[in-house]
């Protein structure tokens, strides 16, 4: 007998508790626009991050 548990995740945007399956398209996060929210901030640090790589480089180490 299998007992199908339903899983369930902190949504990584605002902490709400998120159904993790097939019905849930936005998974792990709770909505589209926590989707959308995350990817923004990921991109926007990545971005500020890779700015101050270059920052860096133009000072010449050696
Ligand atoms: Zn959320």
Known sequence: MTIKKAVVVDCPACGRKTPFDSS???RPFCSQRCK????GAWAAERYRIAE???EEQLEGKD
């Open 52 to 54: 101050e790589a270059k």
């Open 24 to 26: 849930n398209r936005w």
């Open 36 to 39: 959308s929210l995350d990817l």
